[in-house]
């Protein structure tokens, strides 16, 4: 293939000698250990091409391995500048998304696997209470008495790190008893006496020291067998958790050759990412892809010392080990372009003092030189001490200040920090200031203001509908939140007759009572939607429910319109998710049962996390150092650079601790977190400070500096100084601190969050339909995504379509065609599984219909079945493009012929709007067309742009599920003409480029456009 692109020649020409070494030795093992700043991502990018300009292969024959999604996002963004849209065939993956593109691709290897669900990590305390539950009390691990679930934490970890690592578990319990007999040997003096005491004589052993090492050893072994007790309670739950997918992937190819050999075959050439992070069993889903070639062309990057995700030691035991066995090219890139040479020899003199290091296991050169003639000098590196912690805040605040000042792009500069809570106070005076910045963090929903009002709601209904005693104390906070406009001395008014009735509910509930106080409209407001909400609990789903309360309440309203509200719609969201997962896998749980499990949640510290994202494009970023990993900025300062905060930090102790000889880990935490520090310090282009305070101004307690502090004044270009602040600058500062947040203001369109949405946009034939049928639902809907329940028509369809999928699969591949009891099984299945879209009357009406409308469409259909030579279903094409434009899509079913394939899409919607829905665009009489049609156009271009699928579409058409008036089956057949291809390709053209530009103001305007309605009202009443 040969690539044109100026951009990638005028690229290649500016590497250096090591670059282009790693970017050029295309064939036989590869290994780079790049440094900072070096390059890493644009040789990646750069070898793709090269491979793709001078081997005889298309870009599918490339697999990029990364180990993590903003790692895959980088990679396509450089590839998009070298070569363009046709990036988008390129397969880049992080290893779990791999892991699961496999399982998706070869459904009959993994069956049982794809129908498992997700394991939610409520469940996932209830499992592990089942399996210790199940210990019998002669159990090592059985605890009797005091908090029986203890063990809970460290039995996760311990699971988890098995899978990650793929130990079998004859060889751990055998690396467990090497380690039981080597400690001892090893460490002599630590379980026998040194010399003679009281009745020991020298060399004679120390009983309980040696139980007490057995009894852990002992533990280990008995936690790691519980293993299997644990994957069986996931096998009953119909469970799977995170760690499971590479491990399924491993043992399929473990026992299916063939399958293992058609990867091989496929991905010729493989680049791995960050390969000093890579897990046990994503080092070895690695080697099983090159293990077909004695020297494949296997392509793997590194640093151990920016090694921050993964435990000491084994991320360079990966590098090590890949060395060992191929022989590669070693390519060590130390030619730095980021930073000045002076940052540069501050974070060496820092890193240097790290020992388990490849530099010293391979003796390699990695000192970084600074190579890019624009950092040819800058200011010296700094370190400034502050007397407290206020201190330190206002002179950052003040540096950002004069940075705006100086016309400094504040994106190219960034406040690093350990934890979040240190920019607390910073965050609201640049808030206050109207200083834009730039700030992503996790947070739990469940703690947050806004969800507990929703809760307390629901509390209330809850507490309504089983005549709890609990219904007044839920009553009181609801009536008197804010979305209802009742003020403090309308709630005085209606205590004064609660005290005369003793029942809140008895008052509210009876409008006479109130029906004279100035405020009675928003008091019968309140007792509306009570009543409303009372009516969902008794006959809806609590997701009806739950929507009803977010916009009846006025929670939506106030999330939609508020300028700086966006969080507040993304932790509505987040928990209307939650929600609707949670009754996706257990349909039949009331709302009692959802509220207990929040509350268990709760008890257990399991968060519903959410990331708090604040995005201003021209704004200082506000980082913790580990999300930094990978960025550069012209400007760093690294706050809280504390003792406290960086060192000594004492992890909760495990009972299930593996030995650090297994983990090939020593116990220096010290050299982890002096690996992030030097992480931090490497992100800086042309100005770096960092500093500490020297108490903390809230105590007044002395602080020191961390050691990485005086490792880094080693280097004889750092400066260190006195940071000094106006005092009164200090007060005012406090002040805004201490002072109440602003309202924002309303009517605020915040065009960067819109385009953080669209990042990873890819236009699908669904969102091509919902933005030509109205911008302003397709901008609610796709770009804001409110939350909205699962309808009882959309359930109903996943059952059916899931039915038939299973029924034609099976039948397939068994010798004889098996009878409609099994597609009726397999639809009562479907039906269970989308059980959360139902009510319970709605449920058994659609379990009736449906099987009453399969019968006669598998006696109609049973023998078009066996026509085709093969029949794929529910096919996913997402790594393409059509020109510039990135599309995706998901075929119902391919029929699958010597010649050509016929894709069918399944509707269970009327069929009476057939017809309509399949017509062609009419552009003089400005008709843009069908959603069906479309559809089915849309399709062509998919699968013509898909390389897995060989043949041409032939013809596509809609098949209907129910029958019409005649009581037949319907169907219509469009065969894609030249013409059609042109009537879509404006449509997508046109539509792609409206979202990119954010045209999303004028929509249909129609009465049954919720959206559109909404949209009216709103402006009506400002």
Request: aromatic letters at 10%.
């Amino acid at each position: 293939m040969n690539i044109t692109s100026g951009k990638y020649q005028e690229a290649y020409n500016m590497l250096n000698a090591a670059q282009k070494t790693a970017v050029d030795t295309i064939e036989g093992p590869v290994m780079v250990i790049a440094g900072p700043g070096t390059g890493k991502t644009q040789i990646l990018a750069l070898r793709v091409c090269k491979i793709c300009e001078t081997q005889d292969i298309g870009f599918q024959n490339i697999l990029c391995l990364t180990f993590t999604d903003s790692g895959s996002v980088a990679m396509r963004k450089r590839l998009l500048e070298f070569i363009g849209p046709e990036a988008y065939d390129i397969p880049i993956y992080t290893y779990h998304a791999f892991a699961n593109k496999i399982i998706t691709e070869n459904a009959d290897q993994f069956g049982t696997y794809r129908s498992l669900q997700s394991l939610s990590e409520l469940e996932s305390i209830e499992v592990f209470q089942e399996l210790i539950d199940g210990f019998d009390n002669e159990h090592i691990l059985k605890r009797l008495k005091g908090k029986i679930y203890h063990d809970i934490p460290d039995l996760k970890k311990l699971f988890s790190t098995l899978k990650r690592e793929d130990w079998d578990l004859e060889w751990f319990e055998a690396a467990i008893e090497k380690y039981r007999e080597e400690e001892v040997a090893e460490n002599f003096y630590n379980y026998h006496y040194k010399k003679n005491y009281k009745e020991f004589k020298k060399d004679d052993p120390k009983v309980a020291d040696l139980k007490k090492h057995n009894t852990k050893c002992d533990k280990l072994i008995a936690a790691a067998k519980e293993i299997k007790n644990y994957q069986k309670i996931m096998h009953k739950r119909e469970r799977f958790d995170y760690d499971d997918m590479i491990q399924w992937v491993l043992v399929a190819f473990e026992n299916n050759e063939a399958l293992k050999a058609r990867y091989q075959e496929q991905f010729q050439y493989i680049l791995a990412d960050e390969y000093q992070d890579t897990n046990g069993s994503q080092n070895q889903l690695l080697m099983n892809l090159a293990d077909y070639w004695e020297r494949p062309n296997l392509f793997v990057v590194g640093d151990d010392d920016q090694s921050i995700f993964r435990f000491q030691g084994a991320s360079m035991k990966n590098i090590i080990d890949f060395k060992e066995k191929y022989d590669p090219e070693v390519v060590i890139l130390s030619h730095n372009y980021r930073s000045t040479q002076s940052i540069l020899n501050g974070a060496m003199s820092v890193i240097n003092v790290n020992t388990d290091r490849l530099v010293n296991a391979m003796q390699l050169d990695k000192k970084l030189i600074a190579a890019n003639p624009k950092r040819a000098s800058g200011p010296a590196p700094e370190i400034r001490f502050f007397d407290n912690s206020y201190h330190e805040e206002v002179a950052i605040f003040e540096a950002i200040k004069q940075w705006q000042h100086d016309g400094i792009p504040l994106n190219e500069c960034a406040i690093m920090y350990r934890s979040h809570k240190e920019i607390d106070g910073l965050v609201k005076v640049l808030t206050h200031e109207q200083i834009p910045f730039q700030l992503k963090r996790r947070v739990n929903v469940l703690d947050q203001t806004l969800i507990r009002s929703v809760l307390e709601i629901l509390h209330l209904v809850e507490a309504i509908y089983t005549r709890s005693n609990s219904i007044d104390a839920h009553l009181y906070p609801s009536l008197y939140l804010s979305h209802f406009g009742i003020n403090i001395q309308t709630m005085h008014a209606l205590s004064l007759l609660v005290n005369e009735q003793s029942s809140w509910y008895k008052v509210i509930m009876d409008e006479s009572q109130w029906s004279s106080l100035p405020q009675a409209k928003e008091i019968k407001h309140f007792v509306a939607c009570l009543e409303s909400w009372m009516k969902d609990r008794a006959n809806n789903t609590i997701q009806i429910l739950l929507e009803n309360v977010m916009h009846s309440a006025g929670f939506m309203a106030e999330a939609l319109e508020n300028r700086d509200n966006y969080f507040s719609f993304q932790l509505l969201q987040s928990f209307f998710d939650h929600i609707k997962e949670q009754s996706a896998i257990f349909p039949n749980k009331s709302l009692k049962d959802h509220l207990n499990d929040l509350e268990k949640m709760q008890e257990n510290s399991i968060a519903l996390g959410l990331n708090q994202v604040i995005v201003k494009t021209d704004g200082v970023q506000l980082m913790t150092v580990h999300a930094s990993k990978g960025l550069e900025f012209q400007k760093v300062w690294l706050i809280g650079a504390n003792k406290n905060r960086w060192e000594g930090k004492i992890a909760r102790s495990s009972q299930f601790k593996i030995p650090n000889q297994i983990l090939n880990a020593n116990d220096d935490t010290v050299d982890d977190d002096r690996r992030l520090f030097y992480v931090a310090l490497t992100r800086a282009e042309e100005q770096l400070v960092v500093s500490y305070n020297e108490s903390a101004a809230e105590k007044e307690k002395p602080l020191e500096s961390s050691r990485f502090v005086a490792e880094l004044m080693e280097s004889s270009d750092v400066v260190h100084t006195q940071g000094t602040v106006d005092e009164q600058k200090v007060l005012a500062h406090l002040a805004i601190r201490m002072s109440p947040a602003e309202l924002p203001d309303k009517d605020w369109l915040d065009h960067s969050l819109i385009e953080k949405s669209l990042e990873n946009f890819k236009l699908s034939p669904t969102d091509l339909n919902k933005y030509l049928a109205c911008p302003i639902r397709f901008y609610y809907e796709n770009i804001l995504r409110v939350p909205s329940a699962r309808r009882e028509s959309l359930g109903y369809g996943s059952a059916m379509h899931y039915a038939l999928e299973m029924h034609i699969s099976k039948t397939r591949q068994d010798e004889g065609w098996l009878t409609v009891t099994h597609l009726l099984n397999a639809f009562e299945e479907g039906m269970l599984k989308y059980r959360s879209h139902f009510t319970d009357r709605e449920f058994q009406d659609r379990m009736t219909y449906g099987k009453q409308n399969l019968t006669a469409y598998y006696d109609h259909y049973l023998e078009s079945w066996k026509q085709p030579k093969n029949i794929l279903f529910e096919h996913k094409v997402s790594l393409t493009h059509y020109k510039d434009v990135p599309i995706s899509g998901t075929l119902d079913r391919i029929d699958e012929y010597d010649d050509h394939i016929y894709v069918i899409d399944y509707k269970t919607g009327n069929p009476a709007s057939l017809s309509k829905k399949m017509k062609a665009p009419n552009p003089e009489k400005g008709e843009i067309g069908g959603d069906y049609w479309r559809q089915l156009a849309f399709y062509k271009i998919l699968s013509d742009n898909d390389h897995r699928l060989s043949k041409k579409m032939y013809a596509a058409e809609i098949n209907m599920l129910e029958k019409n008036k005649k009581d037949e089956f319907e169907y219509k057949k469009l065969v894609i003409s030249p013409e059609d291809l042109r009537l879509l390709d404006e449509q997508i053209m046109d539509t792609y480029k409206n979202i990119k530009e954010h045209n999303f103001r004028v929509g249909c305007n129609e009465e049954r456009c919720d959206w559109c309605q909404y949209v009216k009202r709103r402006s009506l009443s400002k």
